[in-house]
């Protein structure tokens, strides 16, 4: 099949376009590469595709030596984005391209509006006027808030998200639905639970944290290590979202699944767990709950196991050695 990735440039998308690759589908990938975070991960994670930086040029679309299309373009560029669609004829659209990071969007919530909003409605659009067969999306665990009922259920209420990051991607899930209902595209919307592993997000706890350790800096311990997060390893996100690509079978128009690890680890147990991997004992500061942050995150998987066999099979002891393992040798032959 023929499928766009949204985001490839990106930590989720990299994997997804290079898994996808290898099963054999057509992949097109597509990024703005901004700067939120160092641009030099970015592009070494094209890089891991055969994508050259050399060759990328603002809407060009490409062909990097593992087979994989590549074209720098941004979401909210309607008009370039329509013409990509135009002469592509996408079967499987993901949507993993979003502005990230909860407490960012505290003090920068119009970046999050322009990504996340404008930038989802331009895929919608394009969806609509050259019908793809399935429409993927990223949403997040995030719109859950701080709901006290665990785990969380698909059906549970999500009307009271508590960061503007979780707002919009609230948001992504109704406009989805609506586009889904009036114009009969279907979708699928993933609530993703903390993603970690190797080539990852910079401003991601895992990240943070193993740094800091390795550099004798203290960490900041919120709410006293008392959060809870459901730490799901990239591997297991891989081929769960390539279990829906490959099944693709008509349900309802519009899904939404969690996909996560359904077993919370408390914030304190997870640095314990970095600690033993890097055998170095960790300078830790307690802090108050942050604005933004919620309590537990803990995805009930039920449904997707139920309609496409998803079990997460990583230990967040192996993952966690995996992603050091990976951090050691990237940055150690970066020299930093």
């Not at 279990?243 to 969690?258: F, L, M, P, Q, W």
Request: aromatic share 12%; proline share 3%.
């Amino acid at each position: 099949m023929k499928i766009l990735i949204t985001g490839t440039a990106g930590f989720i998308g990299m994997y997804l376009a290079i898994r996808l690759k290898n099963l054999g589908h057509d992949v097109v990938g597509l990024d703005n590469i901004n700067s939120y975070y160092d641009t030099s991960l970015k592009y070494d994670r094209l890089k891991e595709q055969g994508i050259s930086k050399d060759d990328i040029y603002y809407n060009k679309l490409i062909t990097g030596v593992m087979g994989i299309h590549f074209i720098e373009l941004d979401l909210q560029d309607a008009r370039n984005l329509q013409a990509l669609f135009s002469k592509q004829n996408f079967e499987i659209v993901v949507n993993l391209a979003a502005q990230a990071g909860v407490r960012y969007s505290i003090t920068n919530p119009k970046d999050y509006i322009d990504s996340n909003i404008t930038g989802f409605f331009n895929i919608l659009e394009a969806c609509r006027n050259f019908p793809v067969k399935h429409l993927i999306y990223a949403s997040s665990s995030s719109v859950y808030g701080n709901s006290s009922k665990t785990p969380f259920l698909e059906s549970d209420i999500t009307d009271e998200p508590i960061s503007f990051y979780a707002a919009t991607k609230k948001s992504n899930e109704v406009m989805a639905h609506t586009y889904s209902s009036l114009y009969g595209i279907k979708a699928t919307g993933l609530r993703f639970f903390t993603v970690y592993g190797p080539w990852g997000r910079p401003d991601m706890a895992m990240f943070l944290f193993t740094k800091a350790i390795l550099n004798g800096e203290i960490i900041k311990v919120f709410n006293h290590g008392n959060l809870q997060r459901d730490f799901t390893y990239i591997d297991d996100i891989i081929e769960g979202i390539c279990a829906i690509i490959e099944k693709n079978e008509d349900k309802k128009r519009h899904n939404i699944y969690n996909i996560g690890n359904g077993s919370p680890v408390k914030l304190i147990e997870f640095i314990e767990v970095i600690e033993k991997a890097l055998n170095i004992p960790a300078k830790k500061e307690n802090y108050p709950l942050q604005d933004g942050d919620v309590l537990v995150t803990y995805a009930s998987t039920h449904s997707l196991l139920r309609d496409f066999d998803y079990q997460p099979t990583i230990t967040i002891e192996t993952g966690v050695k995996k992603f050091v393992e990976w951090y050691l040798d990237y940055f150690g032959k970066k020299g930093k």
